[in-house]
């Protein structure tokens, strides 16, 4: 749960999702340092749903390596579209997710403050925007 909630704060939201997903993780010497969770959104459609990675262990290249294994299991599972949505202030996620191949299809305007009842403050932009990529699977 601290690594879900380092992408999502809301313990209600997480769990809500994690219940019904699936989930790939990231171990190192017996200690998960990594999660991903992946939700059926459509017969075709799949998104992750969750991405994090341990502070200690960020910028190693892990968070590429669970989005490039998420991409390959909806593949699998014969998925169409794969999606992700991440805040306007999220400037490292969005170069992650577009340098894995996701483009932006458009914006959640005021998602983060209709969902979240405290404010979120990353790289000191408010988080208020939910910005949606997704990439074709064929
Ligand atoms: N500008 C440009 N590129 C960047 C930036 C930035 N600010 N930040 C990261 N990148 C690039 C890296 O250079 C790297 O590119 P490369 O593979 O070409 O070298 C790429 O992004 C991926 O870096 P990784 O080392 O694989 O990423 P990491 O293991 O640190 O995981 C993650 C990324 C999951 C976002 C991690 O930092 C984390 O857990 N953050 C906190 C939780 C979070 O915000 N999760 C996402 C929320 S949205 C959601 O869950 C759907």
């Known amino acids: ?8 704060p809301s313990t209600e939201l997480v769990e809500e999702y994690l219940g019904n997903g699936t989930s790939f993780v990231a171990v190192s010497d017996k200690r998960m340092i990594g ?3 992946l939700l059926q959104k459509g017969p075709e459609l799949i ?4 991405i994090a990675v341990d502070e200690q ?3 190693r290249g892990i968070g590429r390596q669970l989005i490039e294994h998420a991409i390959g299991h909806a593949r699998e599972q014969g998925y169409k579209t794969i999606e992700i949505g991440t805040g306007n202030s999220g400037i490292g996620q969005l170069a992650l997710y577009q340098k894995c191949g996701f ?3 458009g ?3 005021d998602f983060f403050n209709r969902n979240y009842s405290e404010a979120i403050y990353e790289n000191g932009i408010k988080c208020q925007d939910m910005i949606r990529l997704s990439q074709s699977l064929d």
């Not at 749960?1 to 999502?8: F, G, P, Q, V």
């Not at 998104?47 to 969750?50: A, G, L, P």
């Open 1 to 8: 749960m601290h690594l879900l909630l380092l992408a999502d």
């Open 35 to 37: 999660v991903c969770v």
């Open 47 to 50: 998104e992750i749903m969750n």
């Open 57 to 59: 262990y960020q910028g």
């Open 103 to 105: 483009r932006i299809t």
């Open 107 to 109: 914006v959640d305007r």
